[in-house]
């Protein structure tokens, strides 16, 4: 475990960490509550956290865009939404929050659960794994998809098959998208041959504690997999880090097993880990 390990926050327990445009770091509540945590001092100052919006249910997952509207996988209303935080007069603000999918053909989302953008197309790719539980070994029915920002159509790339898929990722090329299958204890790789046009397969069997939660995927390639555990079963967390080939080149060790969100920060130096069991958020140098 890194000497340098800082705690950022262990308020409340929050998951899916993620960097704004701006620089600063998101988490959300199963509250509804979406925080923001700055620094005036750059990534090494202290962090203050701080209510910066809600989404009216139970957020799972979130993403920004380039504009700083912000897309939340939301379990309770079982839809994405947009979000975005409009300046008033006098200092205030007001959050404009749209629907931006809920249904595929007509048929309720299991409830989406992570969520990740391209920077080059827009395309927004996300998982439907449902409540823990919902999808399983007994009923792998989670699925994956991707929504064009244009025409906000749907194109499942792995429809009512998996099992409770979570962690979603893109490769630093975006021609590969990486998703956590929990219940198999896997990580998928979808290719695209050609463009929007996937090919799925296994890119690495994990093998120990119950499975991936999360993916973070570094600019040289690595990805980083929130190696979840319960903390009856094991005490320490474990994010477990592959290269391109999925070979496990190293592991960062972090206080409690339950992980469930995992981000890179903008300058590439630290891995920033959300851990149910403490209730924290830490963030930890990255391996030199």
């Known amino acids: 475990m890194s000497n340098d390990l800082q705690v950022i926050g262990n308020e409340y327990p929050v998951t899916s960490p993620t960097y704004g445009p701006s620089g600063d770091l998101f988490a ?15 990534y090494d100052g ?55 999918v809920k249904e595929y053909e007509q048929s309720q989302f299991l409830g989406p659960n992570s969520l990740c953008l391209s920077r080059q197309t827009g395309m927004l790719y996300f998982t439907d794994s449902g409540p823990f539980g919902e999808t399983s070994l007994q009923n792998p029915r989670g699925s994956v998809f991707a929504i064009s920002p244009s025409t906000q159509l749907l194109i499942p790339l792995c429809l009512n098959t998996l099992a409770h898929p979570c962690g979603v990722a893109l490769s630093p090329d975006e021609k590969n998208i990486y998703v956590a299958e929990m219940a198999m204890n896997r990580i998928l790789r979808f290719t695209q041959h050609p463009p929007q046009v996937f090919h799925c397969s296994v890119f690495a069997q994990l093998s ?73 958020l830490y963030r930890t140098p990255l391996p030199a």
Do not use: K
């Open 208 to 280: 120990g504690r119950f499975g991936p939660t999360a993916l973070a995927v570094s600019a040289a390639g690595d990805i980083y997999v929130a190696h979840f555990d319960f903390a009856d079963n094991a005490e320490t967390g474990r994010v477990v880090v592959l290269n391109p080939e999925g070979e496990v080149t190293a592991a960062i060790s972090v206080p409690g097993p339950e992980i469930t969100g995992l981000c890179i920060s903008p300058d590439q130096r630290h891995l920033v880990v959300t851990e149910r069991s403490t209730t924290s």
């Open 28 to 42: 959300v509540s199963a509250s509804g509550d979406i925080f923001r945590y700055s620094t005036a001092e750059g």
């Open 46 to 100: 202290e962090f203050q956290m701080e209510a910066w919006g809600n989404s009216s249910g139970q957020p799972m997952g979130i993403d920004f865009d380039s504009q700083g509207v912000a897309f939340v996988c939301d379990a309770a209303h079982q839809a994405i939404f947009r979000i975005l935080r409009v300046e008033r007069e006098g200092g205030t603000f007001a959050h404009q929050i749209d629907p931006y």
